[in-house]
């Protein structure tokens, strides 16, 4: 069973920051066998879910959505099996609920989870 727990959402001002954290546990996490692509997405209020950043588990370099490119950077923990997303210069149309996310590759079908969502309000 793989359970995924966001940290580190709240309320900031524009232009500020926060970081993201994202605990990963189960056993697809727990062998160096295992391919898996762990992300970042949000929800914000009346508009569909959508991808923020991503990382394939032998990946070194993340893909980012347009709209954080330069201003959000992914990283990742892996001997703690934790991801994270520091976020810069945030904007308003930032706000959101962020849901971090982890797709097994290695099983058929593939597998997703999702983590219960952290809340990010960026308001003056």
């Known amino acids: 069973q793989v359970q995924l727990v966001e940290h580190g959402g709240g309320l900031v001002q524009p232009g500020g920051s926060l970081r993201l954290s994202c605990a990963a546990s189960g056993s697809i996490f727990e062998t160096v066998f295992s391919i898996y692509i762990m992300s970042w997405h949000r929800q914000a209020p009346g508009k569909q879910r959508e991808l923020v950043a991503s990382i394939s588990s032998g990946g070194t370099r993340p893909y980012y959505s347009d709209f954080v490119k330069g201003r959000f950077t992914l990283s990742r923990d892996i001997a703690n099996n934790t991801l994270y997303l520091q976020m810069n210069t945030l904007k308003p149309e930032d706000t959101a609920v962020y849901y971090c996310?982890?797709?097994?590759?290695?099983?058929?079908?593939?597998?997703?989870?999702w983590g219960q969502g952290t809340q990010v309000t960026v308001s003056s």
């Open positions: 996310k982890t797709v097994d590759l290695g099983a058929e079908p593939h597998r997703e989870y």
